[in-house]
């Protein structure tokens, strides 16, 4: 099966939407400031009180950047990240928004009319990648997707990399959602799990590829912070140690956040666009409904949300109390 991993449509679909790739840079950079100054603090601890006291306050400052990352996903990436997605479907679909469409007021609205709320795409979002993630273990084989012969013992490394794979593949599973114009989000994301389970091979083919491509990004953006950095570290006394692996810590925060910035954008929206033109006309087949259960718990607890989902849109609205005649005074 050959790969069409769609990148030239995709960059353009990237060009027509910068608005959004100028919020993810904004947000990034900041994130990346930040990181930065930790680690310079990092440094100047390890200059005052020593090596031993800098590793304590790294681990801390890894710890709490990894809390914040959470916070900035949970609160901020989803809906930015959903809000894109949506656009990138329309302009797929239609090739244009509606006419005087402002870009982001109308995917913001349109995230917020299916979704309602972060929590409920922060949810499904988890649902969808733990579902995927359980049908790539025990459904799917991963190997022949990634044929090496001879190779069986590599097995384990191609599954973490089928893993990492799996953000690209979640959000062409919202992306479905926005295409169906659903507003029981949940049943959309179900649809979307079936159509994946009929398609899995040329969506992970080209999921995987673009995440080994995301790792060669990061590779070369780290040798090109790497150099300058590196340059500054070779000026320095031969006893400022800590600081020059700072230097080094510093090039790989940089390149990180050029891949997450960058790449990520293109390669998602590859995704969807793959995912859109493999389902192009194909209805999703309920037979796969026993198998995924049986993989996994979390397609049963969205298979209840939308049932519940389902419940709520075809209860009628209640009637308001009618109004009391005023009494005539006497």
Known sequence: MSL??????????????????VYRAVIFALVAAAMTAALLFVALIG???????????????????????????????????????????????????????????????????YFKEVSVLALIDQLVKGIIGALNRTVFSVMTILPIPGLDGVAKVAQKVVDFSLTYVDEAIIGHAFRTRNENVYEAARHGILLYCQIWKSLLKNAVALTLLSYI?????????LVPLGALALVLPASWGGVKFVLFLMALVLAVNSKWILFDPLAATATV?????????????????????????????????????????????????????????E
């Open 47 to 113: 200059w005052v009180f020593g090596g031993g006291a800098a590793a304590v306050f790294f681990i801390i400052a890894l710890a709490g950047s990894g809390w914040g990352m959470r916070l900035l996903k949970e609160y901020v990436l989803y809906m930015l990240q959903a809000g894109h997605i949506a656009l990138v479907v329309e302009l797929a679909d239609r090739g244009t928004l509606p006419a005087g469409a402002n870009q982001t007021e109308w995917a913001r609205a349109r995230v917020t009319e």
């Open 217 to 225: 990004f990061t590779a070369a953006a780290f040798v090109v912070f």
């Open 4 to 21: 069409n991993l769609h990148l030239g449509e995709a960059f353009g679909l990237l060009m027509k939407t910068k608005t959004y790739l």
């Open 273 to 329: 666009l793959t995912f859109l033109r493999e389902t192009e006309g194909l209805e999703p087949d309920p037979t796969w409904d026993a198998r995924i259960l049986a993989a996994s718990d979390k397609f049963r607890e969205l298979c209840d949300k939308a049932r519940e989902k389902a419940r709520e849109l075809v209860q009628p609205e209640p009637e308001p109390a009618p109004a009391l005649a005023e009494t005539p005074a």
